[in-house]
């Protein structure tokens, strides 16, 4: 597979320059600087070994297009705290809740939050299965492969969120699932858990599921990001 993000669309220069600082400082990428457009007006790593997870070059820009942000919006980015997207997300509405489980991360994550001077970024320690909100509270909740990292739960997770999310908001989430080989714990689910998922959100259909195959971490296992979009229902 091809490893960049088709930014294109929604990425202008200003924001691929704060793409290349966010890394550097948020995630410690050392290939940040790296970041550049390709013929097709792609941003593309030039290295390879560049150490965003496999999947980012897809999920992030997925994610934006199919949560349809708009500048009143408060969304939940649930287990966001080492990841730069949320300031993207930020920039594009309201206000942007993250909740991660490691005060570590949450920490580094309000010190970078502070350095950038984002006022419209909330971070607290929360546990995705029992987040500590009202029901009804969000106009959008973003989740990108965090299930896969809960070691049991994680149907109540996808529950919670659902819990929390406005009636006619939408529910954007990713997760690493196992095509074939063994299931290794908490870096990705099976075949089984991706379509309990699924059901779980009533999602039929393939008009807002996508499958996108990616490297494995051996060559016996063959991963693919599971990229899903759900809109809740009621009045």
């Not at 299930?147 to 997770?157: D, K, P, R, T, V």
């Not at 999310?165 to 529910?171: D, E, I, S, T």
């Not at 807002?208 to 809740?232: P, Q």
Request: glycine letters at 6%; one cysteine or more.
């Amino acid at each position: 597979m091809h490893n960049y993000a088709e930014w294109a669309d929604f990425c202008p220069d200003e924001d691929l320059e704060q793409l290349r600082e966010l890394l550097s400082y948020d995630v410690r990428c050392p290939y940040s600087y790296l970041l550049t457009r390709s013929e097709s007006n792609c941003v593309v790593p030039l290295l390879p070994a560049a150490s965003l997870h496999w999947s980012r070059h897809i999920e992030w820009p997925w994610v934006l297009r199919n949560a349809f942000l708009e500048s009143h919006h408060k969304v939940l980015d649930v287990g966001s705290s080492w990841s730069v997207l949320k300031y993207i997300i930020a920039n594009r509405c309201r206000e942007v809740v993250c909740v991660d489980n490691s005060q570590l991360a949450v920490d580094n994550s309000l010190a970078a939050v502070k350095h950038f001077g984002y006022e419209n970024i909330i971070c607290e320690f929360a546990d995705a299965c029992a987040l500590p909100y009202p029901n009804n509270s969000f106009d959008r909740v973003v989740s990108v492969s965090v299930l896969e990292h809960i070691e049991s739960g994680w149907q109540q997770a996808v529950r919670e969120c659902v819990r929390v999310l406005k009636p006619g908001g939408c529910f954007v989430l990713t997760v690493d699932i196992c095509l074939e080989g063994s299931d290794k714990g908490n870096f990705y689910i099976g075949r089984e858990g991706a379509v309990e998922i699924l059901n779980l959100l009533d999602i039929a259909g393939t008009c807002n599921n996508h499958y996108t195959i990616g490297a494995g971490f051996d060559e016996n296992v063959k991963l693919a990001v599971l990229m899903m979009r759900h809109v809740k229902g009621g009045v």
